[in-house]
Each structure stands twice: as C-alpha cells, then as structure tokens.
C-alpha cells in the first residue's frame, strides 16, 4: 500500500467506509459540519464535555458564534449538541445525549485514539471533528467524519495540502502501536513521579482512553495556578491551568523521554519551594 494511503485506511476500518473529508484544520471542520444545519442567529448549540468544567476552547466558541449563540446546558431553544471528548477521555454521558433526539457533533480534536466500550466514539452523532496536530508532529491538517451522508460544503484546502498532510500522517499512523506505547509509558512515568509531590490525575482510565497530556489535580499544593502556568512558560514548558478547577496541564505526549518529564517535576518543584520561602 502506498504510504499516504495508511491514513485513509485506518480511518475506513475504524468507521466502516470511507466517509471523511480531510480539512485545514479542526476549526475549518467544525464550520463546515455546522454550516449543514442552517442555524438562525438565536438558535442556541448547547457544548457539554467530559469534565463539565465551564472552561471551552475559543476555537470552538468563536466558530459556533458565526452561526448562532451556544450554551453549556440543553434548554427548550438547543438546537443541536457539540460534544467535546476533553483530554483524551471520551464523555461517558453519551448513551444519555443520543437519547434526547437532538442532532450531535462530537469533537474527537483531543481524543484521536481514543474510544468506549461500546467502539462507538466519533459515530454517536451527525459528525465528528478530528485535528491532527493535537496527535502527531505536523502544524495543519483536519477531518471530518459525516457518518449519514449529509450534504456539506467542501474544504478549502487544496490537492497538494492534503497530499502532504496525508503522508506525514500515514507516516505516523504506520507507527501507531510503538507511538501508542511510548505515549502510555511516558504518560505513566509522568503520573508517578507527579504523585510523588501530591499531585493526582485529574480522570479515571481504562484501556481504551488515551491520554491527550498530563492532566494533575493540584490539591491545593500550587497557591497560584496562573503564576504556574507563566513559571512553566518561563521554563519552555508548553502547559496551562484547567480553568474552572485547581487542576493543570502539562505535555504527555510519545516524543518526550523520562528526562524532559524529570525536568518538568524539577522546575515545578522549584516553584513550590519559592513559593513556601516567601
């Protein structure tokens, strides 16, 4: 098989046909699934996410707020569903959702491995958005998945972008079993170390769940989150607070090694004592 066709047959054996459209991005993905259900001004997408933290993405929100208003709660004027599978963890709730009647897109941009028991994530809805750079080493590439067929717009994205972005994918998802098993390991090692200064993981997995970062539930240890997010920074660390809860983020993904996870505790650990000092 070619090398840039890996990519498209993983995704047709993981949804049953080969249904999906490659795009720009998970943003350009998410306007032309929206852009099928021809929303008034004042119709309302209510977003709901694993966590139910209050905390949304603006890429999510400012493109929603092209169409019509959103919400966090399903009222009588909800429209339509925009599930986020947050962090790698698909939401539970799922079976609950499908039962409402409500049309559903599911965004999978930070769970691209991951899925339930039932092996139904990314096909409980109308469609389902997927990003690539939140997977793998490349900065564009989306895809949406159109799991009944529905009439949509086309991606703006030209031949030679999809090609590039569909071999360095392939590339990639040849390796997805190595990938998959340095992420665990690295994500594991990460959580360990991590618990030794009394931080815990932020959600409950299985086998089926793979991990989009380092999610800690800070119990109180950090006095000031935001000073922690701007401290990482200062360190070339790539992290942010989980807003909305005392919790954070740092990297999890298969290109670290046990000595950058090893320097993330370090510059955390600074903190702390800096912090204990004052």
């Known amino acids: ?13 993981r949804f049953g046909e080969q ?31 694993t966590s139910n933290n209050f905390y949304i993405s603006s890429c999510v929100t400012s493109t929603i707020e092209k169409f019509c208003k959103w919400n966090r709660e399903i009222v009588p004027d909800t429209k339509l569903i925009f599930v986020i599978h947050e962090f790698g963890y698909i939401s539970p709730e799922m079976g609950k959702i499908v039962s ?11 769970s691209f491995f991951s899925n339930d028991q039932n ?27 159109n799991n009944n067929d529905l009439p949509t717009g086309k991606s703006a994205i030209d031949k030679e972008t999809v ?11 040849n390796q997805k079993e190595e990938l998959l098993n340095k ?9 360990e170390r991590f618990e030794e200064l009394g931080f815990t993981e932020r959600f409950a997995r299985n086998e089926l769940m793979i991990p989009n970062s380092m999610l800690l539930k800070n119990n109180g240890i950090i006095n000031d989150l935001p000073a922690l997010k701007a401290w990482l920074w200062q360190h070339g660390i790539h992290s942010s607070v989980f807003y909305g809860e005392d919790a ?15 320097y993330f505790l370090a510059v955390v650990y600074n903190l702390i004592n800096n912090q204990n000092e004052v």
């Open 163 to 173: 090609a590039y972005i569909k071999k360095v994918a392939s590339h990639y998802i």
């Open 248 to 262: 954070f983020f740092l990297p999890g993904h298969q290109n670290l090694s046990e000595t950058d996870v090893d």
């Open 183 to 191: 992420r665990a390991s690295i994500y594991n090692y990460g959580i």
């Open 1 to 13: 098989m070619p090398e840039s066709n890996a990519i498209d047959q993983y995704f047709t054996e």
């Open 119 to 145: 092996n139904m994530a990314g096909m409980y809805g109308d469609f389902a958005i997927y990003s690539f750079p939140k997977m793998f080493p490349i900065q564009i590439g989306g895809l949406l998945l």
């Open 100 to 110: 409402l009647g409500i049309p559903i897109i599911e965004d999978l941009a930070p």
């Open 19 to 49: 249904r999906f459209t490659y795009t720009e991005n998970g943003r350009e993905a998410i306007h032309i699934a929206l852009s099928y259900y021809k929303l008034a001004k004042n119709d309302i997408v209510t977003i709901l996410t």
